[in-house]
């Protein structure tokens, strides 16, 4: 068979993610369960789902449902039955026709690369996972980086500073995360870095508490750090204060919401620390710092201008009522009530293996974090 | 092991593979025999199973071992989806169920030994359909035998079988395994 398909490069895909979902028609070849659990999802979302296994003695049966003018990209598992499929609209004279390469594994695995923020003092980049709505950071200033929140692709981190001829000397995780594994623990082994982590949040292994820590401390005297207790989502949250300018605020605040603080089981206790977190400390920092968090939820919303996730911390109070005007007893009855009762999938394995207790091999961890995240609320729409 | 009729090897291949040569050798098979899908691609699992239900074939169940899955399916057949049966003694799963402990009553189970494997009556001796005249043997003339399978066809034809050779007190099981509730034994955890 001629390979005559076109394939959708991963590195663009992701830059253009929004056009991606926008502009071309899915078609969805993995089976129906797979598919109805967790999706390429956007605005004007255009798909068909039929299962490959259908398709092996010819696509006749779908060409009917497939637009000729459009373009159309074939999305599986991980590349080949798409391929498969692709392969044979081409024949049938489709021209319209790409592939997403590496399928839905490579989609939850890609990190796309987005500046946020450049001075004379630092410079910041943002890595959005957009197959899992993922954030995280490198803080980059003199010849050192600190990495916020690392993903379990480390050697991306890596290789941005080995481009930025800096070391990674610092990295910290906002909290116990519980949708996706953390890269944190293998990045230090690996750098050498400081890895710092509340030591309440359970973690087994050797750390750096932040229990101890207030500000986090680089060579460069430019760069201030100030390690934020902001519990409720869970109980050791932290958010990261960086030059009275950026506010890595990790599950704690999003652009379009709070964290939810029932995962642990334990939402009463902790929706009142989420309470003190954003009428307190947060309540206390100046409208114009940039907010950076550790997830989004909709990146066409989400996205700013400059295109990366993030807003001010002003816009962000202007648009949730919930970190306004609200009592504390008001508060903690609509997050109660407002309880997303699906929970991320796997989290109580990934929290395991987050805290040092549980170790799995690589085809495992991407088996654990395959599926969407459910780290929000979204009580503000 | 489970005994199977014809054995696919798809190790260290990935999706469409699988499927595709799975498609492939069942067409080689008659209705009733089972195949088994040898595989690595931790995807084939729920694509098979997808595959077997829209296709109308029998998923039996997967076992791993050593990293390989081994994906089961009995080919479908035309007979058994509609319920004629001729032999005259029938009893309900309901009424077997009752029966279950009563030490003169042997249950005969006539489904392949991989339907057999992934989920069988307490106690039930297995012989296929197509090894009972060989092993005929191995069974007790003076107990009552249930003859079992997965919706009472081919136990039909077992119990005509035992009847023309001798064997008094024979009953058909309707309808068989497909919609047992009672205690089920599995040759596999």
Redesign the interface.
């Known amino acids: 068979m001629e390979c005559c398909s076109r394939h959708v490069p991963m590195e663009r895909a992701a830059r253009y993610s929004s056009i991606l979902i926008e502009r071309f028609f899915k078609f969805d070849v993995r089976n129906e369960s797979d598919f109805h659990d967790w999706k390429i999802e956007g605005e004007n979302f255009e798909y068909i789902n039929v299962p490959y296994f259908e398709l092996i003695d010819g696509v006749n049966s779908v060409i009917d449902r497939l637009p000729k003018e459009k373009e159309v990209v074939v999305v599986c598992a991980k590349g080949g039955s798409a391929t498969f499929v692709a392969e044979q609209l081409v024949e049938a004279g489709f021209d319209n026709i790409y592939t997403l390469v590496g399928g839905m594994k490579a989609w939850s695995e890609h990190l796309h690369k987005a500046k946020v923020y450049e001075d004379d003092k630092m410079k910041v980049y943002q890595f959005i996972r957009v197959g899992k709505g993922c954030l995280s950071y490198m803080v980059i200033s003199g010849k050192e980086a600190l990495v916020v929140d690392p993903s379990r692709f480390i050697d991306v981190y890596e290789q941005v500073a080995k481009e930025e001829g800096v070391a990674i000397t610092h990295i910290v995780d906002s909290h116990l995360h519980a949708d996706h594994i953390s890269g944190g623990k293998a990045l230090a082994e690996r750098t050498g870095a400081t890895y710092y982590l509340m030591k309440s949040e359970g973690a087994v292994f050797d750390f750096e508490p932040l229990e101890k820590h207030d500000r986090i401390d680089f060579a460069q005297v430019q760069l201030e750090v100030l390690a934020v207790k902001t519990p409720g989502h869970t109980p050791g949250s932290v958010s990261f204060f960086v030059n009275n300018q950026l506010l890595f605020s990790g599950d704690t605040i999003f652009v379009g919401g709070l964290g939810r603080p029932d995962l642990g089981g334990k939402a009463a206790e902790w929706v009142a620390d989420l309470y003190d977190t954003v009428y307190e400390k947060v309540a206390a920092i100046a409208d114009d710092v940039i907010v950076l968090p550790a997830h989004y939820a909709n990146l066409d919303e989400e996205m700013s201008k400059a295109g990366y996730i993030g807003d001010t911390l002003g816009n962000i109070r202007a648009r949730n009522d919930m970190m306004r005007y609200k009592q504390k007893q008001e508060f903690i009855d609509i997050v109660v009530q407002n309880a997303n009762t699906e929970t991320p999938p796997n989290f109580e394995d990934i929290v395991a293996i987050n805290r040092g207790l549980k170790a799995v091999d690589i085809e495992q961890q991407q088996e654990l974090e395959i599926g969407p995240n459910r780290c929000a609320l979204h009580h503000t729409r | 092991m489970i005994q199977v009729n014809l054995t696919v090897d798809a190790k260290g291949l ?4 699988p ?2 040569k799975t ?1 492939k050798a069942i067409n080689d098979l008659e209705p009733g025999q089972v195949l088994e899908v040898q595989a690595t691609d ?2 084939s699992k ?2 098979i199973k ?2 077997a239900e ?1 296709t109308g074939h029998q998923y039996l169940g997967t076992i791993e071992e050593y990293g390989v899955l081994k994906h089961y399916i009995r080919k479908a057949t035309d007979s058994e989806t509609k319920k004629e049966t001729k032999f005259p003694n029938v009893v309900s799963n309901e009424e077997l169920h009752n029966q279950m402990d009563d030490p003169s009553a042997l249950i005969l189970d006539v489904r392949e030994p991989a339907e057999y494997a992934f989920g069988h009556i307490p106690g039930a001796l297995s012989i296929p359909l197509g090894e009972l005249e060989d092993r005929i043997n191995e069974l007790p003339k003076d107990k009552t035998i249930y003859v079992v399978c997965r919706t009472g066809t081919r136990s039909d034809l077992a119990a005509q079988k035992l009847t023309e050779k001798g064997f008094t007190n024979v009953w058909n099981v309707v309808p068989g395994m497909s919609q047992w509730n009672g205690p089920l034994d599995t040759a596999q955890s």
Not at chain 2, 14 to 17: A, G, L, R, V
Request: hydrophobic share 45%; net charge positive.
């Open positions: 990935s999706c469409p593979m499927i595709v498609k931790k995807g729920a694509d997808a595959w829209s």
